[in-house]
């Protein structure tokens, strides 16, 4: 319905509407366009980077005066109602935003950059809490990735791996397909390669399977015992052996664990429990030795530990006789308890007869023994034996030349060593020993006997003269009773 011409004179000349006026210094169009005004002259202010314009916050007062910060102080205890209703943005964050809204120029809030030194930029104060952006990663190319997601043949994937390319053994997830992978492995010739693949198939595989597979593949097998002997895996080698039917292997993996045991009666009690593994005959033998030898050292040191004969007074123990060989057992026996009867344990009539040691090794050993405490007459002992007849004579099952090394290395008086030079049967070597070890005597009856008169003469320069030797020589030289050769 259109209004009539009385109606719009009323209208227009109503007081509700105010008449335009470009002179009219009050009116809206002109408030809004000096609004505008400010506004621009702002963001050119800080485009320009000026440092001599004063900044001001929003309540209009100079940035860092006295009464702005206590403004600003004020301002910063508010709600978040409160804020909300200034017009600016709620950012939830945790931790939240540090209290350093007030280092910031009206420019740096339209433009995120801050114009106050010692103060940081709108944006790094948000890039420092828990809502950052990060850069997504770049994807590798292709040409990466096919070292990994390839579908390769076992014939491929081994021979990458000789290269020393990486390789995936995903793919190979069926038994067909890792037995086709091992046995090529085996045909490469590539111990390492084997090796590999068989950590891979003990990974992968339960130990029944992977054993029954390798009982058909005997490189492989070699390959796999000789891995878990280096790793330490005793356990699961003692079940593949188990599972091979190789019982006495099996039994003397079990038996080398006796090493690991620090304490001797632990020790002794693990041995004696061996005793009954499947060992072969000679094995089964030597784990009993070592069971009765600990046995035997046990008691030993018990009573030795003592030092009450004479003996452990002047010759004190340098070490225990636990965990020693058989042959220093019967060495110390030797030394420290010769006299005993064959009924004690520590006896070496004893332990040679328990331990059935031969008879070259006893005197070896015991010659040592009885030299080392210059007791000469046990040395003789051990070599005189008497015939059908009831006569003593010296024999030896080591030959008397090894006796006389012995003797001369325990610093044997020279009546001993040529006692036993007298007894060497060859004759060249005799001569050889009594020059080496100065057995004048020996030399001077060796040529008589000989009826040497050249070499006699030679050994005549060799002694001291005026010395009982040089004497001895000068009086067999003028026998005219001898009929020398030369």
Known sequence: M????????????????????????????????????????????????????????????????????????????????????????????????????????????????????????????????????????????KAEYKDYVSDWNPEETVRRMQRGKVCSFERFRSLQDKMLLLDEAVSAHDGNVITAVLIFLKRSLSKEILFRELTERETALRHYVHYLKEMGEQRLLLDLLKSLGRTEDMALMHYKEHLSIKDENRRRDFLKNCLNLPFSPDDSTHVQDHYTLLERQIIIEANDKKGDSDIFRKYPRKASILNMPMITTLYYSCFYHYGESEGTYSSPANIRKTFRISDKQYILTALGARAKLKSWFDVDSLFNSKNWLGYTKKRS?????????????????????????????????????????????????????????????????????????????????????????N
Not at 28 to 40: D, G
Not at 92 to 116: E, H, I, N
Not at 449 to 472: C, M, N, T, W
């Open 397 to 485: 099952p080591i030959g008397f030349h090894r006796v006389v090394d012995i003797l001369h290395k325990n610093s044997a008086p020279v009546t001993v060593l040529q006692e036993y030079l007298c007894l060497v049967d060859d004759t060249e070597l005799k001569i050889s020993l009594a020059q080496k070890y100065k057995c004048h005597d020996v030399i001077i009856n060796t040529y008589k006997d000989l009826k040497d008169r050249q070499q006699l003469i030679a050994h005549k320069g060799k002694v001291e003269r005026g010395s009982p030797e040089d004497r001895v020589i000068e009086e067999l030289l003028n026998n005219s009773q001898i009929r020398w050769k």
């Open 2 to 141: 259109s209004r009539g011409k009385p109606d719009e004179d009323d209208y227009w000349n109503s007081k509700k509407i105010e008449a335009f006026t470009f002179d009219d210094e009050d009116d809206e169009f002109t408030k809004l366009k000096e609004s505008k005004k400010a506004v621009n002259s702002i963001c050119l202010l800080d485009e320009e980077e000026d440092d001599d314009v004063e900044k001001v916050s929003w309540s209009g007062e100079p940035i860092g005066s006295i009464s702005w910060s206590i403004k600003e102080t004020a301002t910063s205890t508010r709600s978040t109602g409160e804020a909300r209703e200034q017009g600016f943005p709620k950012i939830d964050t945790a931790p939240s935003l540090p209290k350093q809204g007030s280092g910031y120029s009206l420019s740096s809030l339209f433009k995120a950059k801050s114009r106050t030194a010692g103060f940081s930029s709108f944006s790094e104060s948000v890039s420092e809490t828990s809502t950052r952006v990060y850069a997504p990663e770049l994807r590798k190319p």
